[in-house]
């Protein structure tokens, strides 16, 4: 009788537990080896901005990797993350070959694990704290691609369970901007019983997730699949509605929204300020990944046009700029170059995202800083003076400063030049609410155990707090805005309805 493949699947996976049930003791658990996350080939993969360059785990691979948890009885790996995953919890359910309860388990905590296992730096933070490397100096469970593995399962297996909810209290809430910041609160949000609306400004859902990073390392299908979950919860979700101009927060208040947990994100670019700035062909980091990453500028029918060139140089060092200059190469760049002013060690790109892009054959001008730029006499740009440094003493953000060396200048040729140093918040909610409070630097101001601003009924998280930060590091603003914000309507609203 012939098998089906479902059937093969599951004496497999039964074939591979009872392999790893042998390997339960400790001394056993520490000899296997952590596993590598199998990748597409560089020369394969720069041919298109929609090929994903890390491929995921198999089931085999996935199980054994979980069988190296120790499963501690103090787990400091959770320590380490933002969004307080139960990470042994998760983990145990891919070792036993349980993985719709593995997802199951991330989902509690988490809006967008399939996401977060892509793109989250788990190796500053939860890996970081895992027994293996504190104790073992060893390299750490591989918490990020289990936590993909998990989430990619439940996807493609068409399974995909929704949280349990809290019974409708039917207080409206309204959530402004749809990033990482302000998913992960509507997702709290709904599950604890309100009516949640987000309220976006561009036309598809999903912020820096969409618009910000490329589908080479993120692809927008499996962003989707997570918002629909949010939709399945109840989540409501307006697009090309601008909150401070479509309407104010006194409208909203006039349909009523009780509460605001503003994510608006830190979208305006930053420029450096020196001769020949506003030369065609430069732009800012924004601009050139939206183009691309939101609208589809890559493809060769697409009515968005982008700039294209023979030599492109990224100025920054962060995964914004990495980014970029991928994405030139991947938009035809012969020569695609970093120019960053510190060292390599000193780049805040995640490590995995600079051996990409060396793989796929990116150049790297470090300690270098572009002084300005000679256009030619159409007044498009050609070529990038810079001028080599050195490091000095720490400044406040704990890395050498750069120094400049009198008399390092060079010239680098460049037809685009694509500037990554940093975002700054969107104004526009800062600027059109009255009695506010905002920082120097145009964040809005908040207590920082709670997320709440100067006024009461209004929250915020995310770049927008930050003025820059992680996928991560956002979602769990919103995670701890969610958990205050449901104190505050509590006190303000569902105690009244109980003492009539």
């Given amino acids: 009788m012939e098998r089906s493949e479902e059937y093969i699947k599951n004496e497999r996976k039964k074939e591979w537990r009872v392999e790893l049930q042998k390997k339960t ?10 596993v590598q996350m199998p990748e597409s080939a560089p020369e394969e993969r720069i041919k298109s901005q929609r090929i994903e360059v890390n491929k995921g785990l198999t089931a085999e691979e996935a199980m054994r990797e979980a069988t190296r948890c120790m499963d501690c ?13 139960n990470i042994p919890k998760f983990i145990k359910n891919i070792e036993r070959g349980d993985f719709l309860q593995a997802a199951s388990v991330l989902k509690e905590t988490s809006a967008l694990p399939a996401v977060c296992g892509r793109v989250c730096p788990q190796e500053i933070q939860c890996e970081q704290r895992c027994f293996y490397v504190e104790k073992l100096h060893q390299p750490a469970v591989a918490i990020g691609h289990l936590e993909r593995f998990a989430a990619d399962f439940e996807r493609e297996s068409g399974k995909i369970s929704v949280p349990e909810l809290a019974e409708s209290n039917g207080i409206k809430v309204a959530v402004i901007g749809s990033g990482p910041s302000s998913l992960s609160f509507a997702g709290d949000m709904v599950k604890l019983g309100y009516d949640v609306s987000v309220f976006e400004a561009l036309h ?38 601008i909150v401070g101009q479509t309407e104010s927060l006194d409208d909203l208040k006039e349909e009523g929204f009780k509460a605001f947990y503003v994510g ?5 670019p930053r420029f450096m300020n020196i001769p020949g700035e506003n030369s065609n062909g430069i732009l800012s980091s924004n601009e050139y990944l939206t183009r691309v990453n939101l609208m589809g500028a890559d493809a060769e029918d697409s009515d968005t046009p982008v700039l294209r060139g023979k030599n492109v140089v ?9 980014d970029s200059v991928r994405t030139a190469k991947r938009l035809g760049a012969e020569k695609a170059m970093i120019v960053y002013r510190r060292s390599e060690e000193e780049m805040p790109a995640r490590i995995e995202e600079v051996h990409h892009a060396k793989q796929e054959g990116i150049e790297f001008s470090t300690l270098t800083n ?19 440094m050195k490091l000095g003493e720490p400044d406040a953000s704990g890395r050498r400063r750069p120094i400049p060396i009198e008399g390092s200048e060079y010239t680098i040729d460049a037809s685009v030049v694509v500037v990554a140093v940093g975002v700054s918040p969107n104004p526009l909610i800062p600027n059109s609410v009255k009695g506010l409070d905002v920082s120097r630097w145009g964040t809005i101001e908040v207590v920082k155990d709670k997320m709440q601003s100067s006024i009461p009924e209004v929250f915020a998280g995310g770049d927008i707090v930050r003025g820059g930060a992680t996928v991560i590091l956002a979602m769990g603003d919103g995670r701890k805005a969610a958990a205050n914000m449901d104190i505050y309507l509590k006190e303000k609203y569902l105690s009244q309805k109980v003492e009539h």
């Fill in 25 to 34: 003791k400790a001394k056993d658990r520490m000899t296997i080896e952590r």
């Fill in 73 to 85: 009885v103090n787990p400091t790996c959770m320590e380490g993350c933002p969004v307080s995953i």
């Fill in 204 to 241: 598809e859902i999903g912020g820096v997730l969409k618009y910000g990073i490329p589908e080479f390392r993120l692809p927008n299908a499996v962003v989707d699949v997570e918002i629909n979950n949010l939709r399945r919860m109840g989540v409501k979700f307006i697009t090309n509605f």
């Fill in 264 to 268: 608006s994100g830190a979208g305006l």
């Fill in 314 to 322: 990224v100025v920054g060092g962060g995964n914004t700029a990495m």
């Fill in 370 to 388: 572009p002084i300005e730029y000679i256009a030619d006499e159409n007044g498009r740009v050609k070529q990038v003076t810079v001028q080599k």
